[in-house]
């Protein structure tokens, strides 16, 4: 794994080649964000960000939404996918702000992943964006991108947080986060455009894939057999036989 001085280099270049990375979900407070970030579960943020207009229209805090039933939430959200349980969800988690946070959403881990719905990467995803209290959200992009550079080592999200987060200052956590998401889906993604990337060079992935491209021998080509040429039927005499 590389060192917290080369992490930093890395995501320098990085963030210089995605200035504009930042979460793609529309929001205007820490509640609608966190609505939002449960409902982009096996969702795109694009198909999220069509749905919510009307959503918060509905139900605009935590008050509104802890007085819905399934029946009138889920044709709302239909389009995101697994609405059954995103309803649930949604309808507890708006209950348990109500019930023990004055419907307001807190600015604290511990809390938050205490809500239905929300594990650590959504809860990052909350304090980094709305409340700001530094948080590293890790993806399937963030973990692809930052295994295959080098800059973390592991399959497992909370240890990958945890090696970013040992090797950066506070304040730029939650944009880590973002710009490797952004390369992600840009650059990096299950079939990578390496010619692209502003890290390749520093790439533990794309330097392993170089040397094998170094060393792989080149394959022979095997000469062609001298085609034979036909018999040609000029100058043979044909036997006419004998009429009956």
Not at 85 to 104: C, D, F, P, T
Not at 126 to 140: K, M, Q, T
Not at 159 to 188: F, K, N, Y
Request: net charge positive; glycine share 6%; with cysteine.
């Amino acid at each position: 794994m590389k060192t917290a001085a080369d992490t930093r280099q890395i995501l320098d270049l990085l963030e210089a080649q995605h200035p504009d990375a930042d979460t793609e979900l529309h929001y205007q407070n820490a509640f609608q964000l966190l609505t939002a970030t449960i409902l982009s579960a096996q969702s795109t943020d694009q198909g999220v960000n069509m749905v919510t207009p009307a959503l918060f229209t509905r139900y605009p805090d935590a008050r509104s939404l802890a007085k819905a039933t399934p029946a009138e939430l889920e044709p709302q959200i239909h389009s995101t996918g697994f609405f059954r349980q995103k309803s649930k969800a949604l309808i507890g988690m708006a209950r348990a702000l109500v019930e023990h946070h004055g419907g307001e959403v807190p600015a604290k881990m511990e809390a938050l992943v205490e809500l239905p719905g929300v594990g650590r990467k959504t809860a990052n995803v909350v304090l980094g964006h709305a409340l700001g209290v530094p948080g590293l959200p890790v993806d399937r992009h963030v973990l692809r991108v930052s295994n295959r550079i080098g800059i973390a080592e592991s399959d497992d999200p909370v240890l990958v947080e945890q090696q970013l987060c040992a090797a950066l200052p506070p304040d730029r956590w939650t944009r880590t986060s973002d710009t490797l998401i952004l390369h992600g889906r840009r650059i990096c993604n299950p079939t990578p455009r390496c010619e692209a990337c502003a890290v390749s060079g520093l790439c533990d992935y794309f330097s392993a894939a170089d040397t094998t491209r170094a060393v792989r021998p080149k394959p022979t080509k095997r000469r062609k057999a001298p085609k034979r040429k036909a018999k040609s039927s000029r100058g043979t005499s044909r036997v006419r036989r004998p009429r009956r």
